[in-house]
DNA sequence: TTGGAAACTTACTTATTAGTAAGTATTTTT
DNA sequence: AAAAATACTTACTAATAAGTAAGTTTCCAA
């Protein structure tokens, strides 16, 4: 794959969760990258390309550390915990997560970039409620509502506190997420 | 005052939390309101003083709301029960909270907008925390966390499900809220 | 009844946006 | 060595954005 392309998707993804899908232009990808405007369009015709490539590589970036830990026979708390550390890092590098940065904008992307990001918000519920399930089967996590509930819960206040991080400077964001954790020991 | 001024605010507030603030522009206002362009910028010189006469008056509606309740006695149960019933409202009309829509765009923000979303949602916090507390000495409440964390983590709950519930459709709102709710109970 | 403020419209300007058509240089394939 | 694909640039177009200056209508107060 073209390294050009790769870079282009990369600044993209940095441009959408730091100014938002509806702030950024092809003008700031092809400054930054000593490029003209046109050489974005030759690999993304279209801006709603370019978004769906992003979600995209996002949705394999996902299923890849899914696997991975897998294979490492990660256990339910460190699967979480592992999940927990993307947000923390997000947080330390002040950026907002590509759900909460697309979700408010859903409704002017182009219908394969919704379709696209759909697929990826469902996927990461689905797999937080299978995690919690399985590891409260095993006693790792105590809870008493629905575990689908308790997944969209979890995954909203880390989309959402990233948002809030912004505006609220001081908002101490590790002890944050480790309320959550400790919330769900037995 | 002007009902033109009002019909402003109400119709920007309204595209703020559907379509974002970097996606609307004054012609959507001065088309749906049947006037021009120019109209708009009579009343606001900038769409920066739209942005934050939207915010304050938020402000001003909440603070109404708190003195409402504080008037009428609502307990902390009430209280917490009818800041929850805002944002099923919200969810019932396909719309974000204020908050909620201008936080990822923040950094496009004009400083003074920036400094009224900062007041809004520290005064949406502050007041959750006392209302925390005060409703857990009285036995309302059970909770081990911090109650500013609480607090933060119940607004980014409310605040992320209403992105969420744009993104997956079949999101139960009112059961995710009664969870919420379940979950403080002693 | 006249002066002036309020509430606009007309008619623009300037900047930026996404997007394209046609051309060029470089590398790769045949 | 010729053909063709790759990776761009040049030079635009058309649309839309925010914003403004100057003029017009309407209404109210002195």
């Not at 405007?37 to 801006?47: C, E, L, M, Q, S």
């Not at 002017?108 to 996927?123: A, D, G, H």
Request: net charge negative.
């Amino acid at each position: 794959m073209s390294v050009t392309r790769e870079r282009i998707i990369e600044l993209g993804e940095n441009l959408i969760l730091t100014k938002g899908y509806n702030a950024f232009s092809y003008q700031d990808i092809s400054t930054e990258l000593g490029i003209k405007n046109a050489a974005v369009h030759y690999y993304f015709p279209t801006k709603a390309n370019l978004g769906t490539s992003i979600v995209k590589t996002n949705i394999l970036r996902f299923e890849e550390m899914i696997d991975n830990m897998h294979s490492r026979g990660f256990d339910e708390w460190k699967q979480l915990d592992a999940f927990i550390k993307i947000y923390i890092k997000s947080h330390r590098e002040q950026k907002l997560c590509i759900v909460g940065s697309l979700g408010p904008d859903f409704d002017t992307l182009n219908e394969t970039t919704q379709s696209e990001l759909v697929k990826m918000t469902e996927l990461i519920v689905s797999w937080l409620t299978e995690i919690l399930n399985s590891g409260k089967e095993k006693g790792y996590f105590a809870f008493n509502e629905d575990a689908g509930n308790k997944a969209s819960m979890i995954f909203s206040s880390l989309v959402a506190s990233l948002q809030l991080s912004r505006i609220i400077k001081n908002l101490d964001y590790k002890s944050y997420c480790q309320a959550i954790q400790e919330g769900l020991k037995p």
